[in-house]
């Protein structure tokens, strides 16, 4: 996977700290996996209007996504997040 996949530690997991970490504008990608509730997919786009987040819909499901972030529960919604400070990448997550 690429420097930006939701391998690295700079993120968070789930619906409600991604939609946390877009109101505090330290998202800037959201993984959705492909099999994702349309309802979570709407708040999702709902909650980046106006924001700089680039939402990205996965190929893999929500098994998959949990796996790719090791940990051992489906995951819907994956987001990288920057920093609180300077903007930067979080390493501390």
Not at 55 to 78: H, M, N, W, Y
Request: some cysteine; glycine content about 8%; proline content about 1%.
């Amino acid at each position: 996977m690429e420097e930006s996949s939701p391998e690295v530690k700079n993120r968070v997991i789930g619906l409600k700290q991604t939609l946390r970490a877009i109101q505090q504008d330290r998202a800037h990608i959201v993984y959705l996996a492909n099999d994702v509730d349309e309802h979570i997919k709407r708040k999702v786009q709902l909650a980046s209007r106006g924001k700089n987040v680039k939402i990205i819909v996965t190929r893999v499901g929500r098994k998959e996504l949990g796996q790719i972030c090791r940990i051992d529960v489906s995951a819907a919604v994956v987001a990288l997040v920057r920093d609180k400070e300077g903007g930067g990448v979080s390493a501390n997550n």
